[in-house]
């Protein structure tokens, strides 16, 4: 168990459908990172908070959004939904103040699987 | 052109076999390099990272960071096959800039 811990485990939806993905970072840490892996593309970096706030913005879709909350936990809404949003979404955190490019790390959660029929 | 590119494989050995993974890079800017190992069915784990260019060496792992070729590697010593996973490197300029952009990652098999 990597601390990271991400609900659910899997979800299948319908086009057109909203699902919320959820995230509680390891204790002590204050970033959460979103990332995206599908098979094609690999990792995508969507979307960082830092004790609440917004600190860095990837390839996020506009029908995709995501907030992190005073306890830190993380929520990554996806919206109208498609076929193509279907991959594993990863959620991750770090323990160094949010530097976690220099080195640190991330500790990552399990995912949570979306699929998209 | 993607920043990172790495072979997706996959790598098949027999156990005890050196292991050679790769990866190349554009950006110039990247000073921070990391490899990380995901099993099947779960996130990625960080296995090593370096600074700028150079040798870094963890047991039977040895990570290698050539910044005048952007090229980076990873070698793993007589193999086990619960090195069986996929392998991906990541980068970032560090400095305070988060984002970490990985590789699509090496699918690897060490056969017993």
């Known amino acids: 168990d990597s601390g990271v811990t991400q609900t659910p485990k899997h979800l299948i939806t319908a086009t057109g459908q909203r699902v919320t993905l959820r995230c509680s970072p390891r204790s002590g840490d204050l970033s959460v990172y979103w990332y995206q892996q599908s098979l094609d593309q690999g990792l995508q970096f969507l979307i960082q908070?830092?004790?609440?706030?917004?600190?860095a913005k990837g390839n996020i879709l506009e029908r995709f959004s995501a907030q992190q909350f005073p306890d830190l936990h993380s929520e990554l809404n996806l919206s109208s939904l498609e076929l193509g949003d279907s991959a594993l979404y990863f959620c991750a955190s770090s323990a160094d103040r949010g530097r976690a490019g220099e080195g640190y790390g991330y500790t990552f959660g399990s995912g949570t699987r979306l699929t998209v029929v | 052109q993607k920043e990172v590119e790495q072979d997706p494989g996959p790598l098949s050995v027999p156990e005890g076999a050196i292991v050679s993974l790769n990866c190349t890079y554009s950006n110039s800017a990247f000073q921070y390099f990391m490899w990380y190992r995901q099993y099947s069915r779960k996130g990625p784990e960080l296995l090593m990272y370096t600074y700028s260019s150079g040798n870094k060496e963890d047991g039977r792992f040895t990570a290698q960071v050539d910044k005048s070729s952007k090229y980076i590697s990873l070698f793993i010593r007589d193999s086990q096959p619960s090195d069986s996973a996929t392998y991906l490197c990541?980068?970032?300029?560090?400095?305070?800039?988060?984002?970490?952009?990985f590789g699509i990652g090496t699918k690897l098999q060490v056969i017993p």
């Open positions: 908070y830092y004790n609440g706030e917004e600190r």
């Open positions: 990541a980068m970032s300029r560090g400095g305070g800039y988060q984002k970490v952009t």
